[in-house]
């Protein structure tokens, strides 16, 4: 009879191990399924690609993510991003993550930004061309947002469009005089070179943005993020 108890405790404890042993193989098969599914918003901007999106898929790969970049436009990017359609988004402004939306920001900022009013050479170029009735402005989608001010508060014509490269071309070939364009000051020397003159409006922090779902990858996230803005600085210095 203690013979029987005790074989039966056996394999009721051996049925427990193996059942422990499946759950955790299972959570983790499903951890890797998501994080090989990991996609992160990219925007149509030379900066971005060039610099950003590098830099976030090497913190990402430091914590053991493959991320897969998708193209997105400015408004469409962050409506996905917010719905859970994509992972994260490369780079946004601050202001991007509101009380009431599903996007959380991961510290630190990548860099400092801003709105800029672009001019083509031999117009008015300051502040006040926003309010001229008689001026008509290219804007990335997003501007007002960005800038945080309504559309009834500014009286010049503004004409909305999702790709800042697009924008850069209808000023470059006339179609515009004007234009407002987000920037982290790395372009200056191109709309210099190709003779914009620019006027900074609005000033933003630039941050790496993800859906809340994943608030638990923050922390590893943050020091892989801030270890590589800290190797960008250190191999800039030594080519200096």
């Known amino acids: 009879m203690n013979t029987t108890l005790f074989s039966m405790n056996k394999s009721v404890s051996f049925f427990f191990f193996l059942l422990t042993l499946s759950l955790v193989l ?10 090989q599914r990991f996609v992160v918003g990219e925007l149509n901007h030379p900066r971005v690609k060039n610099f950003y999106k590098p830099l976030v898929e090497r913190a990402y790969s430091d914590i053991g993510i493959d991320v897969t970049f998708e193209r997105v436009g400015g408004e469409r990017g962050l409506r996905l991003l917010n719905q859970g359609m994509t992972d994260a988004d490369i780079i946004r402004y601050e202001v991007a993550s509101q009380p009431n939306n ?3 920001i991961v510290p630190p900022a ?3 930004g801003a709105s800029f009013l672009l001019c083509i050479r031999g117009v008015q170029c300051d502040k006040n061309i926003i309010e001229d009735p008689e001026k008509a402005i290219a804007v990335t989608t997003r501007f007002f947002f960005n800038m945080q001010i309504s559309p009834d508060k500014l009286n010049a014509n503004i004409f909305e469009f999702d790709d800042f490269n697009h ?3 209808l000023l470059l070939n006339g179609r515009f005089d004007y234009a407002i364009l987000p920037s982290d000051y790395s372009e200056k020397a191109i709309f210099e070179q190709s003779g914009i003159e620019y006027v900074p409006l609005v000033e ?4 790496h943005v993800i859906h809340k779902k994943h608030a638990y990858l923050i922390d590893r996230l943050s ?3 801030a270890k590589q803005l800290e190797q960008g600085e250190s191999g800039s210095n030594q080519h200096k």
């Open 223 to 225: 020091a892989a993020i």
């Open 102 to 104: 599903n996007i959380v």
């Open 26 to 35: 299972l959570t983790n098969v499903n951890a890797q399924d998501v994080e």
């Open 167 to 169: 924008v850069i071309n």
């Open 204 to 207: 933003h922090k630039l941050v």
């Open 110 to 112: 990548l860099s400092r």
